[in-house]
């Protein structure tokens, strides 16, 4: 998913022959311009290195599961969210426990911004690690408005609230990421564990940036 993905000398990234503009958030088209020279790298080291001198934080990922995780899903969770909030990415979820609550933590502990999506009209239903409750009162509804906002997701684990989820994110034409027994449906990307899961989105995060056409 990251073949194409290099830098040059003087810092730029290219995506093929489009090279990254970060004040939009998008790709320039370049046309015939050569990348003659560049370095392959991954989405983390582009993403890290863009982080020294910009803020990420419109960047967002989703981080999807369920209420009643297992063990093994906290802990990617957690470590998916410590991956992303690292970057200074923002990582928005359903606000409450489980996959939501993990996600939470380690976005917040990495020092990244973590905003809980709820399904009631009490800011009070936030997980402790929340750093912006939005309420919506609109119950399970809400999960459209977390995929809406999300430019990637990553699904951990299942549940049929999750699954709505991954369903309203292949419908929009979002990535969604699978890890830790997430749903096995037909578009979903899946991995073998929280890190690949982690480069997997940043991947797909910069791939899903808009290309528009250069000055």
Sequence with gaps: MQENLSQSKDGRFFLGQNELCSTQWAWRSKGAATTEGTTPVTAS?????????????????????????????????????????????????????????????????????????????????ANAYVAVPLTTGLNEARNIIIVRAARVLVAVGNSPGTLTEVAYGLHFNKPVIGVADAAQLEGVQHTPDAAAAAEAALSRLLMSLPVIQAD
């Excluded at 992303?84 to 489980?98: E, H, K, N, Q, Y």
């Excluded at 609550?101 to 009209?121: D, M, S, V």
């Design 45 to 125: 080291q582009a993403l890290k290195d863009l982080a020294r001198t910009r803020p990420l934080q419109q960047l967002v990922v989703g981080i999807i599961g369920p209420r009643n995780a297992t063990p093994e899903q906290i802990e990617a969770a957690e470590a998916l969210g410590a991956a992303f909030g690292a970057l200074g990415l923002t990582v928005i979820c359903g606000g409450r426990s489980g996959v939501m609550e993990a996600a939470c933590k380690g976005t917040h502990r990495a020092g990244g911004l973590p905003i809980g999506i709820l399904p009631g009209t009490d800011p009070q239903e």
